[in-house]
């Protein structure tokens, strides 16, 4: 780390500290974040019992639900290529804490802050085989410990993208020294791969590994029961448009333009899966479907009572369903692209043979840039560039259904990425272990 950024960085790290030991109790994410570092270390000693020093561990942190994602499927492998190795994850985002109950590791829980001592407790805890970071996200200091260490640091399924503000003066003086320090990288594409090397990453420990997301949403649209997944959202064969992950400021348009819409597809189905379906959301969503005279239901409304069958709007009230409920999607409305924090997955719906349509803030997506190179995926701006897509998709099978297939062949042609992933972090525990003594 840049010498004068260490005072500053660890001053930052001490005043998160103060917050976190007087954090209200509120939901908000970012106090729910902070009191989830209260007693973490007493956590870490404790859960140091499981750790088994006869066996490799292989260390993965995956900050939310996003790189989680892409972390669980390379972690479920590993476990296949290498049986006698433990598994540790952590995460830093609140939102994964039960998303982390999936991954199935050994020992498991929210990454410290960013300190000398907290990161010299984790690496005595866990005391890695290797610490693999997934996405982006690295942490200096830890990075920096582990190495001295001689604790190998990989980042898989590494994407930066062109206007990353991880490009910027400030950030790569704070992270450059850790992204040199890298062991291995997989890169989701040669273009990413290029970025990260100016970002300090050493050329010759970098290639391109795919993206592990593909073969996760893969797997899940070929073992998804459609004549069984939740329900009814096939609406007796009546065209559906699934909407997920959507942001208020998403519902903005889509809502204005689903009027439209039904006025020249009059038995189209929406099925709305806001990105928090808290109360606080849901309910307007199904004011706005009364007030404009749509039959309406929740999801857990439909589950049960059967009555609810021929609803015109269906709103998703819960979370962990929106992956199979694009099973029934005709044509998807993948959110985030009229929100600040950017578009959601888009290869979900992809991986089904849907269309996929989203708002303009998809530039940061390598998945939207694909899907919009094929005919597969379809950038709106407004309601009226929102309404004309939709209404076009759901009227003409035949340009539906080419624009479904060639989403759901991206999603097909970047397979594979989770097979190349574990045999890089293999490769490089075997060289570890190969290693003479010094």
């Known amino acids: 780390m840049n010498i004068a950024l260490r005072p500053l960085y660890a001053g930052t790290v001490a005043l998160a500290r103060a917050a976190a030991a007087c954090a209200p109790t509120s939901e908000h994410k970012v106090w729910r974040s902070l009191r989830a570092r209260r007693g973490i270390r007493a956590y870490w000693r404790a859960q140091a019992r499981l750790r088994d020093p006869q066996r490799p561990l292989v260390w993965m942190h995956a900050p939310s639900v996003g790189e989680g994602l892409q972390a669980r499927p390379v972690a479920h492998a590993l476990r296949t290529a290498y049986p006698s190795a433990q598994l540790a994850y952590t995460f830093f985002s609140p939102s994964a804490e039960s998303f982390a109950t999936s991954i199935g590791a050994d020992l498991s829980g929210y990454l410290p802050f960013d300190s000398a001592a907290d990161a010299d407790l984790m690496l005595d805890a866990l005391q890695p085989s290797a610490l693999v970071f997934v996405k982006l996200d690295v942490w200096p200091v830890l990075v920096e410990r582990a190495t001295a260490r001689g604790v190998p640091v990989l980042l898989l399924s590494a994407t930066l993208a062109e206007s990353s503000g991880r490009r910027g003066v400030l950030s790569q003086a704070l992270l450059r020294d850790a992204y040199a320090s890298l062991t291995a990288v997989g890169a989701i594409d040669d273009a990413h791969g290029a970025r990260l090397i100016q970002l300090g990453v050493r050329a010759e420990r970098v290639t391109s590994t795919g993206d592990t997301r593909f073969d996760q949403v893969w797997q899940r649209a070929q073992s998804v029961d459609r004549a069984r997944v939740h329900m009814t959202a096939t609406g007796n064969g009546r065209p559906t448009v699934v909407a997920g992950s959507t942001w208020p400021a998403d519902e903005a348009v889509l809502l204005p333009a689903w009027e439209q819409v039904r006025a020249k597809v009059p038995d189209a189905r929406l099925l709305i899966a806001p990105h928090e379906p808290t109360a606080s959301h849901v309910q307007p969503l199904v004011d706005w479907a009364r007030a404009h005279h749509c039959r309406v239901a929740t999801l857990g409304e439909m589950e049960r009572d059967r009555s609810h069958q021929e609803v015109d709007v269906i709103v998703v009230d819960r979370v962990g369903v929106l992956g199979d ?52 995926g379809t950038a709106v701006r407004d309601v009226e560039t929102l309404r004309h897509a939709l209404v076009r998709l759901l009227r003409d099978e035949t340009a539906r259904g080419e624009a479904g297939a060639a989403a759901r062949e991206i999603v097909a042609r970047e397979r594979g990425s989770t097979a190349r992933s574990v045999a890089l972090i293999t490769s490089v525990l075997n060289s570890v272990s190969s290693a003479p003594a010094v």
């Open 325 to 376: 409920l694009y099973a029934h999607a005709d044509v998807a409305y993948v959110g985030g692209g009229f929100h600040k924090a950017g578009l959601h997955s888009a290869i979900e719906p992809a991986a089904f043979g849907a269309p996929v349509v989203f708002g303009p803030g998809h530039h940061m997506s390598r998945e939207a840039g694909l899907l919009l190179a094929v005919g597969g």
